[in-house]
């Protein structure tokens, strides 16, 4: 899906379920422990992120609890050309329209293990009284939407997570991993997928 406003692509045009379950899944969701889990992503987007979850969960049978939030959601036509599940014969189609049918602002449960609460909002105005075990941090790239790089921004998020919570991004922008050690992470380089050389693994520090 391509934004002519931001001359931005929703995924990587590599692959967008390749850089999805390496970013997020692998060097997110299974590098944490944690049952139950508690999710945050930044960017709902097209909701592959949160259905990629939902598939670990069963997967192997952690207590999910997702929460997204979204400024702009994408209108449900396009949702419903897009063919995700497709890739994953072993599951029932219906999970990613279940997903995408959720209301917004409200708790939905999708299967016994996942639970999704999804946010119609701007990240600037949120506010959210509970901390996570990681944070999906999928906003555009910072050359196309630079605002929601800054420390302001980045430090919010950060305020969301556990100590030893993850932080995880497609982006290995030397600037945010500077941002991201002042704002008390440790900062891991990381292989990144297909058309990405790193992306960035952050984890909070203890106080």
Same mark, same amino acid.
């Given at each position: ?6 001359? +931005? ?8 379920? #390749?850089?999805? @379950?390496?970013?997020?899944?692998? #060097? ?13 992503? *930044? ?10 979850? @939902?598939?670990?969960? *069963?997967?192997?049978? &952690? ?9 702009? $959601? ?7 050309? @897009?063919?995700? +599940? +497709? ?10 329209? @279940?997903?995408?049918?959720? &209301? ?38 910072? %050359?196309?939407?630079? #605002? *929601? ?6 430090? /919010? ?5 556990? $100590?030893? %919570? ?7 922008? %030397?600037?945010?991993? &500077? ?8 900062? #891991?380089?990381? $292989?990144? $997928?297909?058309? /990405? ?11």
């Amino acid at each position: 899906i391509y934004v002519p406003e931001l001359d +931005e692509h929703y995924h990587s045009t590599f692959g967008a379920i #390749e850089e999805s @379950l390496h970013v997020f899944i692998n #060097e997110g969701y299974r590098s944490v422990s944690s049952d139950p889990l508690a999710v945050f992503e *930044m960017g709902f987007g097209t909701g592959l992120n949160a259905l990629l979850t @939902l598939y670990e969960s *069963m997967r192997d049978g &952690r207590q999910v609890d997702y929460v997204s939030v979204e400024k702009y $959601p994408l209108d449900r036509d396009i949702c419903n050309r @897009l063919n995700y +599940e +497709e890739f994953f014969p072993g599951y029932k189609k219906s999970y990613f329209s @279940l997903l995408h049918e959720c &209301r917004w602002e409200e708790n939905c449960r999708i299967t016994d293990n996942f639970c999704i609460h999804k946010l119609q909002a701007d990240f600037h105005d949120l506010h959210i009284d509970r901390l996570f075990d990681i944070v999906y941090y999928d906003a555009f790239a910072p %050359g196309k939407q630079a #605002e *929601m790089w800054s420390t302001d921004i980045l430090s /919010k998020a950060a305020s969301l997570l556990k $100590p030893g %919570g993850v932080f995880v991004t497609y982006s290995a922008k %030397g600037q945010l991993k &500077r941002d991201l050690v002042s704002l008390g992470f440790r900062v #891991e380089h990381r $292989p990144g $997928p297909a058309g /990405k050389r790193h992306i960035s693994r952050a984890v909070k520090k203890d106080d």
